[in-house]
């Protein structure tokens, strides 16, 4: 009787862990060596910030990335496994406790979470923090649109695909034409000043009008979207092209000077001809860029190609 109950208990035991296991950990909450895209790239950026790499940031989870990640872990009490799960996610600050959206979820995290996919385009109706199945339909569209596993669940990294990080969406949807938070700024203004602001907000006003002048020239160009909010947010090879769209920095409050760069910009001003290209040499290589596009000028941090 007793070897009966103890495989009774057993069995439970068991199940208990797979039962656990099944609910803590989602299918998008594993990132590891092979994974590719913006949250390998938010990572990264994080860890080479921190100090626990020197490489810079390329989107790909090779064994640098492993090795910063080890590193890491060893130095905030976690399993030194090289795999970035959910508590490592929480220590770099990409999730937090209970950030896991699913049907059944309310609250102020669903009505953020709800605004971001509006404002990616994933019509998730009212933002009215109630987690019900059109919200669970724009979740999986997202997911399908960004490699992820489209089981309808918000986990940590479907939230920082989609810039919604530490449980607050840092942006509501997005203003319609002649409309914003100020009630002043279009579509364009609104996102073309929030690109300055991320990329150049410690630059030169005419650092900043310049790189409002190379996204006026992507929108311009057959080679990249028509739109600014297009250009801004364009992946390649599931990488985002801009560095802000995968920090999250996108969405902070432009300053005044990135606004009024923004306008001059718009209005066609171009400071740096038909450049479409521009990085931060002290922050990237850009050895793509170097290799293949001209050179035309440098204006304080960043140097500019066409």
Known sequence: MKRI???????????????????????????????????VYTIQTKLKNWGYTGAAPDGVYGSNTKSAVMYFQSKNGLVADGITGYWTLLKLGMAEINSTLKIG????????LQASLNNKGFSAGSADGIFGYKTQNAVIGFQKANGLT???????????????????????????????????MSTDLYWLSRIINAEAGAESY?????????IMNRVNSNEFPDTVKGVIFEYYQGIPQFSPVAEGTIYNT????????????????????????????????????????IYVTRIGNHVFYK
């Open 5 to 39: 109950l103890k495989k009774i208990s057993a069995c439970a035991i068991m199940a208990g862990c797979i039962s656990m296991l099944s609910m803590g950990v989602n299918a998008d909450s594993l990132i590891k060596p092979g994974s590719r895209g913006s949250e």
């Open 254 to 293: 432009p300053d005044a000077d990135s606004i009024a760069a923004a306008k001059e910009a718009l209005s066609g001003s171009k400071p740096v001809g038909n450049c479409t290209y521009f990085f931060n040499p002290a922050k990237s290589a850009g050895n793509w860029i170097v290799k293949n596009k």
């Open 105 to 112: 979820s309310r609250g102020a995290s669903v009505a953020n």
């Open 150 to 184: 489209p089981d309808g669940i918000a986990g940590p990294i479907t939230q920082t695909k989609l810039s919604y990080s530490n449980g607050n969406a840092t942006a509501a949807a997005t203003p319609s034409r002649g409309t914003s938070n100020t009630q002043e």
């Open 206 to 214: 005419k650092g900043k009008v310049a790189v409002g002048n190379v």
